[in-house]
């Protein structure tokens, strides 16, 4: 059983940047592969970085460039730095995690926190 738990989201300008933090609780944190994704109003739930046990990285699209994940497990904690945000980055953004390898899909994650929400005004 693994507990995750968001913070940092809130209402930013275009251009700001902002700091996703997730917090983790359970067995073997070091050996999960941590994910972030994003779900706008609307729209489905889509992959925006992950990071492996390892530390490896990875992105979609959208975001690269721009937005950067990393990890410290000494604190069980996942970030997500946010910066250039845009308009549609807009969305509740949430964490995940999995054993093992890392994964762009969303039903290899086994555990989500609740989300939190990133608003981006022009």
């Known amino acids: 059983q693994v507990l995750l738990v968001e913070s940092g989201g809130g209402l930013v300008q275009v251009g700001g940047s902002l700091r996703l933090s997730c917090a983790a609780s359970?067995?073997?944190?070091?050996?999960?592969?941590m994910g972030w994704f994003r779900q706008a109003p609307g729209k489905e739930r889509d992959f925006v970085a992950g990071?492996?046990?390892?530390?490896?990285?990875y992105y979609a699209d959208s975001v690269k460039d721009r937005f950067a994940i990393s990890r410290d497990s000494t604190k069980n904690t996942v970030y997500l730095q946010m910066n250039s945000l845009k308009p549609e980055d807009t969305a509740v953004y949430y964490c995940?995690?999995?054993?093992?390898?890392?994964?762009?899909?969303?039903?290899?994650?086994?555990?989500w926190g609740q989300g939190t929400q990133v608003t981006v005004s022009s």
């Open positions: 995940a995690s999995k054993w093992g390898s890392t994964s762009k899909r969303l039903s290899d994650y086994n555990y």
């Open positions: 359970g067995r073997d944190f070091s050996m999960y592969a």
């Open positions: 990071i492996s046990w390892s530390g490896g990285t």
